[in-house]
Protein backbone atom coordinates (compact mmCIF):
# COMPACT_ATOMS: atom_id res chain seq x y z
CA UNK A 1 0.00 0.00 0.00
CA UNK A 2 0.69 3.36 -0.65
CA UNK A 3 -0.37 6.16 1.52
CA UNK A 4 0.03 9.92 0.32
CA UNK A 5 -0.84 13.11 2.40
CA UNK A 6 -1.02 16.27 1.00
CA UNK A 7 -0.13 20.05 2.65
CA UNK A 8 0.69 23.45 2.18
CA UNK A 9 -3.09 24.44 1.26
CA UNK A 10 -4.70 28.46 2.20
CA UNK A 11 -5.83 31.49 1.38
CA UNK A 12 -3.91 33.40 -0.43
CA UNK A 13 -4.86 36.67 -2.71
CA UNK A 14 -5.49 36.58 -6.65
CA UNK A 15 -1.56 36.70 -8.30
CA UNK A 16 0.34 35.10 -5.14
CA UNK A 17 1.54 31.82 -4.67
CA UNK A 18 1.90 28.40 -3.07
CA UNK A 19 3.85 25.35 -2.44
CA UNK A 20 1.85 22.08 -1.86
CA UNK A 21 3.60 19.06 -0.64
CA UNK A 22 2.71 15.28 -0.96
CA UNK A 23 4.49 12.91 1.18
CA UNK A 24 4.36 9.55 0.86
CA UNK A 25 5.03 6.08 2.28
CA UNK A 26 4.62 2.53 2.57
CA UNK A 27 6.30 1.46 -0.86
CA UNK A 28 9.00 2.35 -2.93
CA UNK A 29 8.00 5.90 -3.91
CA UNK A 30 10.95 5.99 -6.25
CA UNK A 31 8.93 4.01 -8.56
CA UNK A 32 5.81 5.19 -9.10
CA UNK A 33 4.34 8.29 -11.65
CA UNK A 34 2.58 10.98 -9.55
CA UNK A 35 0.34 13.78 -10.24
CA UNK A 36 -1.46 16.63 -9.18
CA UNK A 37 -5.32 16.91 -9.31
CA UNK A 38 -8.08 19.22 -8.24
CA UNK A 39 -11.66 19.67 -7.11
CA UNK A 40 -13.44 23.24 -7.40
CA UNK A 41 -16.79 23.26 -5.73
CA UNK A 42 -19.56 21.67 -7.98
CA UNK A 43 -17.28 20.31 -10.39
CA UNK A 44 -15.52 17.20 -11.18
CA UNK A 45 -12.03 16.44 -10.35
CA UNK A 46 -9.45 18.01 -12.95
CA UNK A 47 -6.12 16.98 -14.23
CA UNK A 48 -3.43 19.34 -13.20
CA UNK A 49 -0.26 18.30 -13.47
CA UNK A 50 1.66 14.77 -14.12
CA UNK A 51 5.76 13.49 -13.19
CA UNK A 52 7.26 10.90 -13.77
CA UNK A 53 8.92 7.96 -11.73
CA UNK A 54 12.20 9.16 -12.51
CA UNK A 55 11.27 12.76 -12.60
CA UNK A 56 12.16 13.55 -15.93
CA UNK A 57 9.43 14.19 -17.92
CA UNK A 58 6.54 16.48 -17.01
CA UNK A 59 3.33 18.04 -18.21
CA UNK A 60 0.02 20.09 -17.27
CA UNK A 61 -3.12 21.24 -17.64
CA UNK A 62 -3.85 23.77 -20.19
CA UNK A 63 -4.88 26.28 -17.65
CA UNK A 64 -2.06 26.01 -15.38
CA UNK A 65 1.16 25.72 -18.10
CA UNK A 66 3.44 28.43 -16.92
CA UNK A 67 1.94 28.77 -13.93
CA UNK A 68 2.45 25.82 -12.02
CA UNK A 69 5.80 23.61 -11.64
CA UNK A 70 5.54 20.11 -10.33
CA UNK A 71 8.55 18.65 -9.17
CA UNK A 72 9.28 15.43 -6.82
CA UNK A 73 12.33 14.37 -4.05
CA UNK A 74 12.75 10.87 -4.16
CA UNK A 75 14.93 10.53 -1.29
CA UNK A 76 12.35 12.59 0.99
CA UNK A 77 9.68 10.39 -0.88
CA UNK A 78 7.46 14.01 -1.49
CA UNK A 79 6.47 15.73 -4.41
CA UNK A 80 5.62 19.43 -4.88
CA UNK A 81 3.62 21.20 -6.37
CA UNK A 82 4.70 25.35 -6.66
CA UNK A 83 1.72 27.40 -7.61
CA UNK A 84 2.41 30.72 -8.98
CA UNK A 85 0.19 33.65 -10.88
CA UNK A 86 -2.64 31.65 -8.52
CA UNK A 87 -6.43 33.17 -10.30
CA UNK A 88 -9.37 32.69 -8.07
CA UNK A 89 -10.06 29.65 -10.84
CA UNK A 90 -7.82 27.87 -9.20
CA UNK A 91 -9.65 27.32 -5.67
CA UNK A 92 -10.09 23.84 -5.28
CA UNK A 93 -9.39 20.62 -3.23
CA UNK A 94 -5.92 19.52 -5.06
CA UNK A 95 -5.23 15.92 -4.47
CA UNK A 96 -1.95 14.01 -5.08
CA UNK A 97 -2.07 10.85 -6.83
CA UNK A 98 0.43 8.06 -7.34
CA UNK A 99 0.48 5.14 -10.05
CA UNK A 100 -0.77 6.69 -12.94
CA UNK A 101 0.04 7.53 -16.33
CA UNK A 102 -2.26 10.06 -17.83
CA UNK A 103 -4.53 12.68 -17.34
CA UNK A 104 -7.86 10.55 -16.18
CA UNK A 105 -8.38 10.14 -12.80
CA UNK A 106 -9.59 6.58 -12.95
CA UNK A 107 -5.55 5.82 -13.88
CA UNK A 108 -4.38 6.50 -10.87
CA UNK A 109 -4.28 3.81 -7.76
CA UNK A 110 -3.38 5.69 -4.82
CA UNK A 111 -4.50 9.18 -3.64
CA UNK A 112 -4.15 11.74 -0.34
CA UNK A 113 -6.89 13.25 1.38
CA UNK A 114 -7.01 16.44 -0.20
CA UNK A 115 -5.93 19.98 0.87
CA UNK A 116 -7.68 22.97 0.04
CA UNK A 117 -6.27 26.10 -1.95
CA UNK A 118 -8.49 29.13 -1.68
CA UNK A 119 -7.81 32.08 -3.87
CA UNK A 120 -8.94 35.48 -3.34
CA UNK A 121 -10.12 38.28 -5.80
Known amino acids: QVQLVESGGGLVQAGGSLRLSCAASGRTFSSYNMAWFRQAPGKEREFVAH????????YYADSVKGRFTISRDNAQNTVYLQMNSLKPEDTAVYYCAAGGWGTMEYEYNYWGQGTQVTVSS
Open 51 to 58: ISWRGGST
